[in-house]
């Protein structure tokens, strides 16, 4: 799943959203007390008003979870939900950034290992096939890591969109 975008009209006003919203969340705790008592509600997220940040809580870790961020703005019938479903941006840096050290790294080894094969200089061992194979097995291996993820979180997006939809009695909204 990539980003896809939310854009849903409430019949409430923006405070009504607000504390309808905040009613029915947890709140993310980035630094957690491990003696408070854990949280019993299906999404937690952060409120900031006009904006709001929500993901579905899951028993497990997943870095490719699927993030619902969205702005809340009040109009003459109410209040307009526009936003998107995606993963954190922080963890598609990283992705990139490590798909690129991987590709570099290993393209480095590969093209010292060839060059030294042909020269002459190198071994005809096994280390010889590993380096000149790690630019294309790891970042193939990042990728399944990836999509493994978004497999997890396959039904977040309309999990997430469907809450705002039950908390605010929200419709589709064409803009």
């Not at 975008?5 to 630094?31: G, H, K, M, T």
């Not at 008592?37 to 006009?50: A, C, D, F, N, Q």
């Not at 579905?56 to 997943?62: A, D, L, Q, T, V």
């Not at 194979?133 to 890591?145: E, G």
Request: aromatic content about 10%; overall charge positive.
């Amino acid at each position: 799943m990539m980003s896809a975008n939310v854009s849903l009209l409430s019949p409430y006003p923006l405070a009504e959203c607000v504390a309808r919203l905040q009613a029915a969340i947890d709140a993310e705790r980035i630094f957690a007390n491990p003696f408070a008592e854990p949280g019993t509600k299906l999404v937690i997220g952060r409120i900031s008003s006009p904006f709001i940040y929500l993901h579905k809580r899951i028993s497990y870790r997943n870095a490719f979870q699927t993030l619902l961020s969205a702005a809340l703005s009040p109009q003459a019938r109410g209040t307009t939900i526009v936003g998107k479903t995606h993963i954190d941006p922080m963890v598609r840096a990283w992705m990139i950034a490590i798909n690129i050290a991987w590709v570099l790294i290993g393209g480095a080894m590969a093209i010292n290992v060839f060059g030294s094969t042909l020269s002459g200089n190198g071994s005809q061992n096994q280390s010889v096939w590993i380096a000149m194979a790690a630019p294309i097995v790891m970042p193939a291996l990042c990728y399944a890591l990836f999509r493994f993820g978004q497999y997890l979180a396959r039904d977040e997006a309309r999990f997430l969109k469907d809450f705002l939809q039950r908390t605010l009695d929200a419709q589709e909204y064409g803009g």
